[in-house]
């Protein structure tokens, strides 16, 4: 697939790393277009680095991970280009109130299909998903059809497990995942190499 990440530092960067390997086209679009961390990191994976217009122009699938406090003005800038994208939040907005994005989606890219997803673990377990022979699950949400088989296989080339907890009204539960993987990794000092796995009883 052809998928544009927004940011190229931790999280961008460690998905960018694992799409690439699974045979996706990436685009970085960034800021600072010449930046040589950047540059040099899109190299190594054959990656190509544009404004964020031109990698929102190129990608199926446009992946925030900037700044939380980046969302509302990028996403109004760029809202009409997300219109038929399938949309990937993982932006964090760590100021209190939503910590998601949706409401700026609904507003000026009503009809992208967005996903809320890769925000709830640490980018170190999406670099090493597996804790001995467990596979870490990672919760997720956003509108049924393709745009969810779409997601779903990003999140296993990250890896990962799945797990859909509904559409977008449940953007909040997703989003308390997040919160409770903070209170445990900090709050409880149980450290940042920490996931979830649902477990289920065939009856
Ligand atoms: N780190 C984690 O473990 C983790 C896990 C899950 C979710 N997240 C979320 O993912 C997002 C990125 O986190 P990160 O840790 O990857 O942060 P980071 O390492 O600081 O990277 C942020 C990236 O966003 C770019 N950026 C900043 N402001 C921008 C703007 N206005 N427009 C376009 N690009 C901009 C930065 O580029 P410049 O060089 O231009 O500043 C940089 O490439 C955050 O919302 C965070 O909450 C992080």
């Not at 800021?31 to 964020?52: F, H, I, K, M, W």
């Not at 699950?137 to 088989?149: K, S, W």
């Not at 977008?168 to 997040?178: E, F, M, P, Y």
Request: aromatic share 8%; glycine share 12%.
């Amino acid at each position: 697939m052809k998928i544009a990440i927004l940011g190229a530092k931790i999280i961008g960067g460690t998905l960018a790393r694992k799409w690439a390997q699974a045979g996706h086209r990436i685009m970085f679009g960034v800021r600072s277009v010449d930046n040589p961390e950047t540059q040099a990191l899109a190299q190594e994976l054959a990656a190509s680095v544009g404004t964020v217009a031109e990698a929102v122009a190129f990608g199926e699938v446009v992946v925030f991970a900037i700044p939380g406090n980046a969302m509302t003005e990028t996403i109004a800038a760029h809202g009409s280009a997300l219109n038929d994208k399938i949309v990937i939040d993982a932006a964090n907005r760590m100021g209190g109130g939503a910590m998601n994005s949706a409401a700026d989606f609904a507003a000026h890219a009503p009809g992208a299909q967005v996903y809320r997803a890769f925000n709830s673990l640490g980018w170190e377990n999406f670099e090493q998903p597996m804790f001995g022979d467990l596979q870490a699950d990672l919760f997720y949400c956003g509108p049924a059809g393709v745009g969810r088989n779409v997601v779903e296989q990003l999140i296993r080339d990250v890896g990962l497990r799945p797990m859909c907890v509904g559409d977008l009204r449940q953007v909040g539960l997703v989003d308390a995942i997040g919160s409770l993987w903070f209170a445990l990794a900090f709050g409880q000092g149980m450290g940042r190499q920490l996931a979830f796995k649902v477990l289920t009883r065939q009856t």
